[in-house]
């Protein structure tokens, strides 16, 4: 059982406990729904990168199970292998997961790793990999906090949710 109440959210909007459970904040429910889906829809990142980094972070997040339930299944619509999926758990050698990593665990990555990411990704990529790392890890503790019961996986229909 949850540690705080689910409150109501707009018809539109998929019935999730996270998203109920962050309607309890009404002024910010809103433009926090749609900062998120922009994260998801409007980046330029590619679906996958997106995706190794949001199950990294759940991976490194002791009580963010939910968000690692919601977004393998996730991932799995954007394409992402068995593979991929379970180097997310221990990070492995892939640059994507190892700058997530960092930034999670030290605030910032290492030079190299740094110096690797600007010879893989654009400015702007790197900014939007930023942003959904701060994101992920901010709603991992609000879920780890909450300890927030957790739902089936709707996968690529969050996607589409609406506020």
């Known amino acids: 059982m949850a540690r705080l109440p689910y409150a109501e959210i707009p018809e539109r909007t998929p019935k999730l406990n996270i998203f109920r459970l962050l309607a309890n904040s009404e002024p910010v429910f809103k433009p926090f ?8 829809r409007d980046t330029t990142l590619d679906p996958v990168v997106r995706e190794q980094a949001i199950l990294r972070v759940a991976a490194l997040t002791p009580g963010a199970e939910y968000e690692w339930v919601q ?6 619509a954007a394409g992402m292998t ?3 999926i379970a180097a997310c758990c221990d990070g492995g050698d ?3 997961l190892r700058f997530t990593e960092e930034v999670v ?5 290492s030079d190299a790793t740094f110096a690797a990411m600007t010879e893989r990704f654009s400015a702007q990529e790197i900014i939007e990999l930023l942003l959904v790392i701060g994101q992920y890890m901010g709603l991992a503790r609000v879920m780890a906090t909450a300890q927030i019961d957790i739902d089936p996986p709707i996968g690529a229909t969050a996607l589409s949710a609406d506020v």
């Open 33 to 40: 729904m749609r900062y998120g889906l922009a994260l998801l």
């Open 71 to 76: 977004h393998e299944a996730i991932g799995r």
């Open 82 to 84: 068995d593979g991929q």
């Open 94 to 96: 892939d640059l994507v």
């Open 105 to 109: 665990r030290d605030a910032t990555p």
